[in-house]
């Protein structure tokens, strides 16, 4: 059996939870009906892979996952990193963005607004590489400048400009007994490819309040401000009127646009940089008590387990969201079993009434 099964396993959970239905299969494919409530029209399927050994079974989940995450507009990150596991080997990631506005149309394209853009995408990696190490230490910095310090800039091609960036494979954190899981160079593209796809999808081209609830929980499991910031400066800085974006991890191929930058859509990038920056708060040495709210285990087999806690932090009542190993997780079960509060300490990022810990340095029943 193939390492992606457990990826096709829960994409199909959540179909099924869903409410669709499955419609048909053939020797290699399962193909499942939407729920009416969804209200669409025509004919339309979702494909999963019977047998992930097949050649090709690996873009079906991809495609399956991207009209997903369309359909339903909230994160699919872990997907997409579980996907990356097995299908990068010991391949470069290459991220690549295509500039179309009158001024590349010769292959060619002005010194300053590349500059802009590969010192978005430079500090951009970097943060992204403190995001997913959930550290902002000396240490995690080294790690982030080494990485993107043998980062290699690819030849361009004619007929527009295109930057294309390569990323070594790395190790950046080795998985330990504790349930920590490792984080590679891979992880850190995926990730950051969710984060400039969100910012296309959702900022530059959406029309939702920046304080929607599906927005601002996307927004805590995908960035920091610094981060956007990094994107915001890639995208503007290079004042080009369309920027396509793709990522190439061995056979994963995942793609995303600005579409036309016009000034209003400018304008609302700029805006969101704005109020992330205003509305999110790092916290240091937090310490909350209080009840579960919600268990979720996405992944059995791995480490990466939810939760959410009620707790009363600095007057006020805040929902508290921490990723727990294993043997955390079983803790957190009995305690909610029992009905009993939970502690947790580390670090995170507060957003109004909602606190992500991104450093969990102790959990206690």
């Given at each position: 059996?193939?390492n ?10 959540f179909l ?16 499942f ?11 339309y399927?979702?494909?999963l ?13 991809l ?12 994160h699919?990150?872990d ?16 991220l690549t ?35 997913k ?16 310090k ?8 004619i007929?527009s400009f295109?930057?294309?960036v ?7 954190r ?11 160079s ?7 490819f969710s ?12 029309e ?11 927004a ?9 910031e ?11 009127e369309t920027?396509d974006?793709?990522?190439?991890i ?7 646009t ?16 704005d109020?992330?920056?205003?509305h999110f ?7 909350v008590?209080?009840s ?6 996405r992944?059995?087999?791995g480490s ?10 600095r007057?006020?009542?805040?929902l ?8 955390q997780y ?7 079993k ?15 009434t ?11 029943a």
């Amino acid at each position: 059996m193939s390492n992606l099964d457990p990826t096709i396993a829960q994409l199909e959970t959540f179909l099924r939870e869903s409410g669709w239905v499955s419609a048909r299969e053939t020797s290699s494919l399962r193909f499942f009906i939407p729920p009416d409530n969804l209200g669409i029209r025509g004919k339309y399927r979702i494909a999963l892979p019977t047998d992930s050994s097949r050649s090709g079974s690996d873009t079906l989940v991809l495609q399956a996952i991207d009209s997903l995450r369309e359909l339903y507009g909230f994160h699919f990150e872990d997907l997409y990193e579980s996907l990356v596991k097995v299908s990068h080997g010991s391949v470069p990631a290459v991220l690549t963005a295509r500039f179309i506005d009158s001024c590349t149309r010769d292959g060619s394209m002005p010194l300053v607004a590349i500059t802009a853009f590969l010192e978005g995408i430079e500090r951009g990696l970097q943060n992204e590489v403190k995001f997913k190490l959930a550290a902002d230490t000396a240490s995690a910095r080294l790690t982030a400048q080494a990485l993107t310090k043998d980062c290699k800039f690819l030849q361009t091609s004619i007929g527009s400009f295109v930057a294309r960036v390569e990323v070594p494979p790395k190790v950046l954190r080795e998985a330990d007994l504790f349930g920590t899981d490792a984080v590679e160079s891979a992880h850190v593209c995926s990730s950051f490819f969710s984060a400039i796809q969100f910012v296309n999808d959702e900022v530059i081209q959406g029309e939702r309040a920046f304080d929607s609830e599906l927005l601002l929980n996307q927004a805590v499991a995908l960035f920091t401000p610094e981060l956007l910031e990094c994107i915001s400066h890639a995208i503007l800085k290079a004042e080009v009127e369309t920027v396509d974006f793709s990522m190439t991890i061995g056979r994963q191929v995942r793609t995303s646009t600005t579409g036309v930058i016009t000034n209003q859509r400018a304008d609302r990038l700029n805006a969101y940089v704005d109020f992330i920056r205003e509305h999110f708060y790092g916290e240091k040495d937090l310490e909350v008590v209080g009840s579960i709210v919600e268990l979720r285990s996405r992944d059995p087999q791995g480490s990466k387990n939810y939760i959410r806690v009620l707790a009363d932090y600095r007057g006020d009542r805040s929902l508290v969201s921490a990723t727990l190993n294993n043997e955390q997780y079983q803790r957190a079960v009995d305690a909610h079993k029992h009905k009993r509060s939970v502690r947790l300490r580390g670090n995170g990022i507060r957003l109004k009434t909602h606190i992500r810990v991104t450093e969990l340095l102790d959990f206690s029943a």
